[in-house]
């Protein structure tokens, strides 16, 4: 089975950084489109920041010129570096990834556990 697994979560001041990874294992033929959710407290999730095979990548506005996606597509691995958070930057952060697993399959969608951010003085 397919795994997502993040790592890099944690507590920060305002004004730090963060570097968010997720690295896919498994039986995997092929990932197109990878990236990073989040939910805070009774708030619905949404998505920060994706990033397909291709190298398109799309960003929600605020984080816009803050955070950045890359991705390491020989590791099945995408991150996150997040510059200047905010105290409305916390939430859990979970990764998201379209993933095909044999040559005929569909492109089915996983998810990660989560890992919790945390931005406050």
Request: a positive charge.
């Amino acid at each position: 089975q397919v795994q997502l697994v993040e790592s890099g979560g944690g507590l920060v001041q305002p004004g730090g950084s963060l570097r968010l990874s997720c690295v896919a294992s498994g039986r995997i033929f092929s990932i197109n489109a990878m990236g990073w959710y989040r939910q805070a407290p009774g708030k619905q999730r949404e998505l920060v920041a994706s990033k397909t095979r291709g190298g398109s990548t799309t960003y929600t506005d605020s984080v816009k010129g803050r955070f950045t996606i890359s991705r390491d597509n020989a590791k099945n691995t995408v991150y996150l570096q997040m510059n200047s958070l905010r105290p409305e930057d916390t939430a859990v952060y979970y990764c998201n990834a379209d993933i095909m697993l044999y040559f005929y399959s569909n492109y089915a969608n996983y998810w990660g556990q989560g890992t919790q951010v945390t931005v406050s003085s």
